[in-house]
């Protein structure tokens, strides 16, 4: 991990306005990335996870806290974002001597209330130096300039909600934060919620690595309040996949879970690290399935085969159904997780109620014996085309000016065929005919393509 180091003194900026003007020109610069809301939502609910990075997008409002810290730190303004503990309204400078505790209104924004930055701002403007309120007012013209214009304007508004006197980079700092970053309860319910009803089965071709990458942005996002089953919860999810071999490899991850020796060498391994680690050996292992062509997700309909782990099973309904189903209710509590939904449906394969086609033990078995055949209540593809060739041509072939057309296509084309041939001979008899006797050719042409243009009119 880099440490950062200050590299401009805040006591070395100049000695006079114009010195300190040229400094802070310098100085007051956008940071890079570009600071931007949290997307977390757009990471869970996007049905078109393909056509962004997920990955990046998880980690965005970590790399932008970091790079706002460093700029803190480079330009020595860490002490206005030390925000002593206990500090109120009525505080004093003598007063604040004697605090022990400080939080650091980065590092610790999830340890700070909304009040605290906001009397700590004020007293900062109120008691602070010269020079802290120069820190403030430059630090607050680098963030401006580093937001997204959304993001500016969301940020403003919200300062307008405070005291003139207590409007500086400290709350727009905290604004900004609570932007990036998801606090509110009913955000970590439905995050909670997202690794409770988590089903491999929920994503086409049960695609692993974009389920993964998924389920780390929801892990980077919950940190500390990951739920203590969550590894269990996820194992299972991804056990309910449709190949054989990587479903005993979760099984037998949770099995060793339970062990009583192997969970006490896990106890020195963060929550969050652990379902990192499973993730990715269990993408690992997709991978070495896929390079074997032992993969046998289930494809969905309407979905893009690139996107797809592979198309090894014919598609049932009731895989895609449900899929709409979680889509159409998500916004909904208490929607039926899939096994309860799965009772619900008739199977595509032998036209019983109570279970999906990939659960059948009919369609299972007949799979393993290698007899499978399509169902008479099995999904057919749609052979019928878009359009009927034969209609549309019957009715082109209609159209009074098409006749007319074709009509003097086929006269111009008859008489010219009859008469190139005495044409022909003519020219090899006079070689020596000048340019302008040609004439007879050129309005033969010119009289069908006149004809072509009156009917286009």
């Not at 606090?183 to 919620?193: I, S």
């Not at 979905?303 to 899929?323: C, F, K, L, P, V």
């Not at 109570?354 to 055949?373: D, F, I, R, S």
């Not at 878009?386 to 072939?397: L, P, V």
Request: hydrophobic content about 35%; overall charge negative.
């Amino acid at each position: 991990m880099t440490i950062e180091k200050i590299v401009l003194q805040k006591d070395d900026r100049g000695d006079t306005p114009i010195a300190r003007q040229k400094t802070r020109e310098k100085v007051v610069k956008a940071i890079k990335p570009e600071i931007t809301t949290c997307k977390i939502s757009r990471i869970i609910t996007d049905s078109d996870e393909g056509s962004y990075d997920v990955a990046s997008d998880a980690i965005s409002s970590q790399t932008i806290l970091n790079g706002i810290k460093r700029y803190v730190v480079q330009y020595d303004m860490t002490s206005i974002i030390m925000i002593p503990k206990g500090v109120s309204s009525q505080s004093t400078p003598a007063s604040i001597n004697s605090t022990t505790v400080w939080m650091n209104g980065i590092d610790d924004y999830d340890k700070i209330e909304d009040s605290d930055y906001a009397i700590w701002q004020e007293f900062i403007l109120r008691y602070g130096s010269d020079v802290e309120v120069e820190s403030d007012a430059w630090l607050e013209g680098t963030l401006l300039l580093s937001m997204e214009s959304t993001l500016r304007a969301e940020v403003e508004s919200d300062l307008k909600s405070l005291p003139v006197n207590q409007r500086g980079a400290l709350t727009m700092l905290r604004f900004i934060i609570k932007r990036m970053v998801i606090r509110n309860q009913e955000a970590w319910d439905a995050l909670e919620e997202y690794i409770k009803l988590f089903d491999i089965r929920n994503f086409p071709g049960e695609n692993v690595p974009t389920a993964c990458l998924k389920l780390k942005a929801v892990v980077a996002v919950l940190g500390d309040k990951l739920p203590s089953n969550a590894v269990c919860t996820l194992l299972e999810g991804f056990a309910r996949a449709s190949t054989k071999s990587f479903s005993s490899v979760c099984e037998s991850k949770i099995a060793m879970r339970s062990d009583s020796i192997y969970a006490s060498l896990l106890t020195t391994i963060p929550l969050c690290n652990q379902v990192t680690l499973m993730l990715d050996d269990l993408e690992q292992k997709y991978q070495q399935l896929i390079t074997a062509k032992k993969w046998e997700g289930i494809g969905h309909v309407g979905m893009n085969h690139n996107n797809n782990s592979s198309y090894n099973i014919t598609r049932d309904d009731e895989e895609w159904g449900y899929a709409a189903y979680v889509r159409n209710n998500k916004s909904r509590k208490g929607y039926l997780a899939f096994d309860e939904w799965a009772k619900l449906q008739k199977c595509n394969f032998c036209g019983i109620q109570g279970h999906v086609c990939p659960q059948c033990k009919k369609y299972l078995a007949a799979k393993e014996n290698g007899t499978l055949e399509i169902s008479p209540t099995g999904y057919k593809r749609n052979t019928k085309p878009f359009f009927n060739k034969d209609n549309r041509r019957e009715k082109f072939n209609k159209d009074p000016k098409l006749k007319a057309l074709l009509s003097a296509f086929a006269a111009f084309t008859t008489d010219y065929l009859a008469d190139s041939q005495t044409k022909q001979d003519e020219n090899n008899d006079k070689q020596d005919k000048p340019d302008g006797d040609t004439v007879e050719d050129d309005e033969d042409v010119t009289a069908f393509l006149s004809m072509f243009g009156a009917l286009k009119e």
